[in-house]
């Protein structure tokens, strides 16, 4: 069981918006600590995506954007492309196991 | 051009030792916080080490740590993860990553190297 929660897929038509959220507790993203996200295509590594909840690196499109509340995090991809295919991962850090901590995978499925 | 690059990976035997290294380039590590993480058959992402001032400090996760050892050579610019003791349950693709920022994300990304761990 990962310690941030994550559904195991969403899926959304070419064009359509979608979300991923990350749930997590009063140890890790409700303690104030940044919600990152990775992007990973089949057989590569991950990419970051954003970070610090809602900051995107340089070269990642504005379709992607972050934010955070309370205890969870979310994703939205919006515009959707068929490239945007892939699994998606949320990471922390957690001040009680003391380790960075990733969700357990998103799974989205371009229509 | 900055980059990562892992090796080391292959098949072992349960019990047996691996030596993975992670070779840097375009930048200087040792005042970076470098870490493994890895990922077994379709699974998800799990952090395994860290290691703070060249060496300074280090931690591991639960699941390896007394078996596993990380360390750099910061003359080369490499990163090293010693691993002994090995299990079925550490066969993964192992990468290793830069993480940035007080947040610690990982902006650096190798491309990972296999490890398989199987009589």
């Known amino acids: 069981q990962s310690v941030l929660t994550q559904p195991p897929s969403v899926s959304g038509a070419p064009g359509q918006r979608v979300t991923i959220s990350c749930t997590g507790s009063?140890?890790?993203?409700?303690?104030?600590?940044?919600v990152h996200w990775y992007q990973q295509l089949p057989g590569t590594a991950p990419k970051l995506l954003i970070h610090?909840?809602?900051k995107r690196p340089s070269g990642v499109p504005d379709r992607f954007s972050g934010s955070k509340s309370g205890t969870s995090a979310s994703l939205a991809i919006t515009g959707l492309q068929a490239e945007d295919e892939a699994d998606y991962y949320c990471q922390s850090y957690d001040s009680s196991l003391t380790a960075l901590v990733f969700g357990g995978g998103t799974k989205l499925t371009v229509l | 051009e900055v980059q990562l690059v892992e090796s080391g990976g292959g098949l072992v035997q349960p019990g047996g030792s691996l030596r993975l290294s992670c070779a840097a380039s375009g930048f200087t590590f040792s005042n970076d916080v470098m870490r493994w993480v890895r990922q077994a058959p379709g699974k998800g992402l799990e952090w395994v080490s860290s290691i703070f001032d060249s060496g300074g400090r280090t931690y591991y996760a639960d699941s390896v740590k007394g078996r596993f050892t990380i360390s750099t050579d910061n003359s080369k610019n490499t990163l090293f993860l010693q691993m002994n003791s090995l299990r079925a349950e550490d066969t993964a693709v192992y990468y290793c990553a830069r993480t940035f920022g007080s947040d610690h994300y990982f902006g650096l990304w190798g491309r990972g190297t296999l490890v398989t761990v199987s009589s």
């Open positions: 610090g909840n809602d």
């Open positions: 009063s140890s890790n993203i409700g303690a104030g600590y940044g």
